[in-house]
């Protein structure tokens, strides 16, 4: 598999982090990459980084958003902007490196709960 930076997603997430007012995440320490010739079905995905690495090596919590070329570049754009803010809801509030699931005591990262927060932006 090959990846590529992309610096029109992080421009985007720059954007989306500021609309949606997710002031809990950094965007400096959000990276973009888009994927080609991926094996996986997802249209995206968003990487950690375990919390040992901040505790041991000192590095700080950075995330990942990865699109996958073959599926992301198809997307209208209004469910380009829907699978870029599922990524960044599994960003917890903590910005520890950890992910948060799809489904959590307080919270859901599902399509209903993106378009709830698709309405303050469209």
Not at 41 to 66: C, D, L, Q, S, T
Request: glycine share 4%.
């Amino acid at each position: 598999m090959q990846y590529k930076k992309a610096p029109e997603i992080k421009r985007q997430i720059r954007v989306l982090i500021k609309e949606l007012k997710f002031t809990h995440i950094k965007p400096n320490q959000i990276h973009c990459i888009r994927s080609f010739d991926a094996k996986t079905r997802a249209v995206a995905r968003i990487w950690g980084m375990a919390k040992i690495f901040h505790e041991v090596v000192g590095i700080e919590p950075n995330y990942i958003i990865e699109v996958n070329a073959k599926r992301f570049d198809k997307l209208s754009d209004r469910d380009k902007v829907k699978t870029l803010i599922h990524e960044l809801m599994h960003i917890p509030k903590t910005f520890s490196g950890a992910l948060l699931s799809h489904r959590g005591r307080y919270y859901e990262i599902s399509d209903r709960e993106v378009e709830k927060i698709l309405k303050n932006i469209f």
